[in-house]
């Protein structure tokens, strides 16, 4: 598939492109790899084959499993069952964060953006009480000092970038790099059953397949498929066998609501950049918005902190931004009567107000009331918990979930897929017998994994905490969330590098989240808060303390359910 460029070459990623074409075009949409478990002759071929590894799921995880898996052991056969090979349309998943590109880069597909109508992203604008901070991506690491290196930090980029798109079309290019090799056998069935012949539940030695939809006719017309090596779970969020390996109860944090925006192509590259430098924080009466691109800032993340929840704004294209507004809370309003087009209504009005945002807030209302549906999805968290069970291995969301305020959901899942290829190449594992070396792969891949995933699993939803702001007590720490960020320095790109995924340290994260706490009782107790204001000394003072104890009682179990693997 080729989507046509709508405006000029103004914003180019020279490490991930956008523009130009995909190797593997002409197999986004081709059927010709994929075989319909309900024929006969694809019953007869996973019966005979012996496979080497089964991938349960072709999301983004996956494709880019299934085709990495390929490509390093070409002489392996790799099976992937996917429900559905058609394009999928979901709401999130549609924005990558520079260092889930890198892990694209790691896995060869650098090209995978192009041909789709994405859209580079230069890092977040924030938007709080009248006022708006902007933060960059992290700078790349400096060459050796010398002329001609010099000159060659010039001609680059300065800073990192991430990309913003279609979710379903970035999943059909994966797809088609993973229809590509030889030896990936690609079915559109369902799978019913992880199976262990020795009737253990701690082993697993294959996978029972049916059709996607199944009928009284055809439930008993299921087929057994035991992998050599492994069984790699990446159903996703909705993993139906997540259960299998982790059975705490899911927590549902808020619901994202969503539409689209539809307006013409920006022209001019001045709205790329920051009109202000990193981090600082200045009034909005003048706001960057132009009537063609209503977002305050375009190719860049835009969060808005004053309704009910944050609300996020992102481009998909040039010509089209998705919205996507939290509702907190486990329950969501009812769209019977308008109650939930009320509460998001009210929602967007106080997060882009009319008088700061005339363009984006009649493009709101007006979508409000004009979208058919109101399409939502819960926000969940699922820690990711030890995997002890040989023969299978869940990978991406089928793992663990994390708030996908950050969109890092990818990027974990992407790095979780370099770590595990990696180990299986070096190792380069002989089959079945060799559950011992599978065992030590297993255990090094967690360990790898660990640091990276706490960072953007704590911080997703930390920051959803924050910015929720249940209690005053919260409402203090965004305020002072918003103020820390926009002082600049490593106050903002240490921040940065967390949102992105490229800076993986979770003692960091720690030090900087208590200075935001710091900040926070700083301004309650001198009286410096308009979000927690009142009292005499004593009082500020109390409550100061009491702000203390509710940062550490966001943050500390969040850290403690990441390690306790």
């Known amino acids: 598939m080729t989507v046509p460029d709508t405006t000029s070459y103004l914003d180019e990623n ?23 478990y309900e024929e006969a002759a694809t019953r007869l071929r996973l019966e005979e084959t012996s496979f080497d590894y089964v991938v349960v799921g072709a999301g983004p995880i996956g494709a880019a499993l299934a085709y990495r898996l390929a490509a390093d052991n070409p002489s392996k056969q790799v099976l992937v069952v996917e429900k559905s090979w058609s394009e999928p349309d979901r709401i999130v998943g549609e924005l990558m964060q520079p260092s889930g590109c890198q892990a694209l880069g790691e896995l060869g597909l650098t090209n995978v953006f192009s041909d789709i109508g994405a859209v580079p992203v230069h890092g977040y604008y924030l938007s709080y009480k009248g006022k708006h901070t902007y933060i960059p991506y992290m700078d790349r690491p400096l060459p050796a000092s010398n002329k001609e290196q010099q000159k060659k930090r010039q001609q680059q980029q300065k800073r990192y970038r991430g990309v913003s798109f279609h979710h379903g079309r970035l999943v059909m290019n994966l797809r088609a790099a993973c229809k590509a090799q030889g030896n990936v056998y690609c079915v559109e069935g ?5 199976l ?3 009737g253990s539940v701690d082993a697993i030695d294959g996978i029972r397949i049916g059709p996607s939809r199944s009928t009284p006719e055809t439930e008993s017309r299921t087929t057994a498929v035991h992998p050599s090596v492994l069984t790699l779970v990446c159903d996703g969020i ?21 539409f689209v925006l539809e307006h013409d192509a920006v022209d001019s590259s001045e709205f790329f950049g920051s009109s202000t430098a990193a981090g600082s924080m200045a009034a909005c009466s003048s706001p960057v918005e132009a009537e063609k691109n209503p977002l305050p800032m375009p190719h860049n993340g835009n969060v808005l902190l004053d309704g009910a929840g944050p609300v996020l704004l992102y481009q998909m294209s040039e010509r089209e ?7 907190p809370g486990a329950s969501l309003p009812s769209e019977a009567g308008g109650h939930l087009r009320a509460v998001l209504r009210a929602s967007l009005a106080a997060a882009a107000p009319k008088h700061m945002y005339p363009a984006l807030h009649k493009r709101l209302m007006a979508q409000v009331e004009a979208a058919q549906r109101i399409r939502c999805i819960g926000s969940k968290f699922i820690p990711a918990t030890a995997n002890r069970i040989d023969g299978a291995l869940w990978i991406g969301d089928a793992l663990n979930v994390r708030h996908p305020l950050t969109g890092g959901g990818m990027t974990i899942g992407l790095w979780d897929v370099v770590h595990l290829t990696r180990l299986l190449k070096r190792q380069s594992l002989g089959g079945s017998t060799d559950q011992r070396a599978v065992r030590r792969v297993v255990a090094e891949w967690q360990w790898r994994r660990r640091g990276h995933a706490l960072v953007v699993n704590v911080l997703s939803v930390a920051l ?15 305020e002072a969330c918003f103020a820390y960020l926009a002082r600049g320095g490593a106050c903002t790109m240490h921040p940065s ?16 989240f208590f200075s935001v706490a710091a900040l926070a009782v700083w301004m309650r107790v001198c009286g410096a808060s308009s979000a927690y204001a009142g009292g005499n000394i004593l009082f500020r003072i109390y409550s100061a303390v009491c702000t203390l104890y509710v940062a550490a009682s966001v943050i500390l179990p969040l850290i403690w359910q990441e390690l306790r693997p």
């Open 14 to 36: 020279s490490d991930w492109p956008t523009h130009g074409t995909y190797e593997y075009s002409s197999y986004y949409s081709s059927r010709e790899q994929v075989h319909v």
């Open 190 to 194: 369902s799978v019913t059953e992880l």
């Open 196 to 198: 262990n012949s020795k």
């Open 238 to 258: 909705t993993s139906r066998f997540r259960k299998v390996l982790n059975d705490t109860p899911v927590e549902l944090l808020s619901h994202f609501c969503g």
């Open 321 to 327: 931004t998705r919205v996507l507004a939290d509702i």
């Open 464 to 478: 959803h905490a924050l910015f929720a702001a249940e209690t005053k007590e919260l409402d203090l720490l965004r």
């Open 497 to 512: 590098g967390f949102l992105s995924g490229l800076l993986a340290s979770p003692l960091l994260l720690v030090y900087h």
